[in-house]
Antibody
Framework: VQLLESGVHLVQPGGSLRLSCAAS????????MSWVRQVPGKGLEWVSGISYTGRSTYYADSVEGRFTISRDNSNNTLYLQMNSLRAEDTAIYYC????????????WGQGTLVTVSS | DIVMTQSPDYLAVSLGERATINCKSS????????????LAWYQHKPGQPPKLLISWASTRESGVSDRFSGSGFGTVFTLTISSLQAEDGAVYYCQQYYGTPYTFGQGTKLEIK
């Protein structure tokens, strides 16, 4: 199993960014996926999740209305569209695979750093 | 939202001793239909992604040392690490996956003395 997030990102406040996570080594279309972030020096925060079909999506209150999670099961890729970015969105963003049919996370990407700063 | 609260925030324990980390949820994460507690524990080391240690409050993941054990039900849970080794130094998180948002505890930093 491998989850590979896109590189390092610097964006200005109010800007937009799309993260991607390329999955391999498992049947991507069979599993729910999530994005989890960690502000430097702080704890883990679940950001958003998506069902295996992509029909159901879920968000933390802190990003609701600004972030959109999606997936392309034909290309084994998870996305996070991030709009109206704020300084407090600066964090390492991990994509994570749900274990079996649930939302505990058995595989994680290495993380991608998003910095929101002018 | 279900709030997860861990204690202590920081723990320093000697090599070979036992460490105990507590986690409380603001509401039950027990599903009475299947009698399962939707509670996971993770180990997180700097520069690495988190590692899933325990699911369902007490089921150790494949390949995880049997020195790690989880217990509890409902709203009160415990992670116990016995015979501490140097490589156990990390931040440990509990997470509920009973319902969205899938919240984590604030983390417990374990230092090995």
């Amino acid at each position: 199993v491998q989850l590979l997030e896109s590189g390092v990102h610097l964006v200005q406040p109010g800007g937009s960014l799309r993260l991607s996570c390329a999955a391999s080594g498992f049947t991507f279309s069979n599993y729910a996926m999530s994005w989890v972030r960690q502000v430097p020096g702080k704890g883990l925060e679940w950001v958003s999740g998506i069902s295996y079909t992509g029909r159901s999506t879920y968000y933390a209150d802190s990003v609701e209305g600004r972030f959109t999670i999606s997936r392309d099961n034909s290309n084994n890729t998870l996305y996070l569209q991030m709009n109206s970015l704020r300084a407090e969105d600066t964090a390492i963003y991990y994509c994570a695979k749900g274990k079996d049919d649930y939302n505990n996370f058995d595989y994680w990407g290495q993380g991608t750093l998003v910095t929101v700063s002018s | 939202d279900i709030v997860m609260t861990q204690s202590p925030d920081y723990l320093a324990v000697s090599l070979g001793e036992r460490a105990t980390i507590n986690c409380k949820s603001s509401q039950s994460v027990l599903d009475s239909s299947n009698n399962k507690n939707y509670l996971a524990w993770y180990q997180h080391k700097p520069g690495q992604p988190p590692k899933l240690l325990i699911s369902w409050a007490s089921t150790r993941e494949s390949g995880v040392s049997d020195r790690f054990s989880g217990s509890g039900f409902g709203t009160v849970f415990t992670l116990t690490i016995s015979s501490l080794q140097a490589e156990d130094g990390a931040v440990y998180y509990c997470q509920q996956y009973y319902g969205t948002p899938y919240t984590f505890g604030q983390g417990t930093k374990l230092e090995i003395k």
